[in-house]
């Protein structure tokens, strides 16, 4: 798998996949900025596809040992925090 490729793809489906829950749960950039300790500038490129060049080489290590990038973070999801909504 070309890594630039592969870098593009899961940038843009995780910025996508953060965009969408943070309307889910109502929150905008800024707010979501404050609770990672970012600002909303970071938050706008990461929903972008942006600023994520470390998921690219995790996806096309995932990839190459024929294991979708999903099982990665099910294996080692952290609880839900009870206070949100299920994603």
Known sequence: MD???AEKRLSEQFGASIR???KTLGMTQEELASLIGS???FVSELERGKGTSYLG???AAAEAVGMPISAIFEENAP???S???PA
Do not use: F
């Open 57 to 59: 080489p995790a996806l």
């Open 39 to 41: 600002n909303r500038r």
């Open 79 to 81: 609880q839900p925090s």
């Open 3 to 5: 890594l630039n490729t």
């Open 83 to 85: 206070s949100l909504p």
């Open 20 to 22: 969408r829950r943070r």
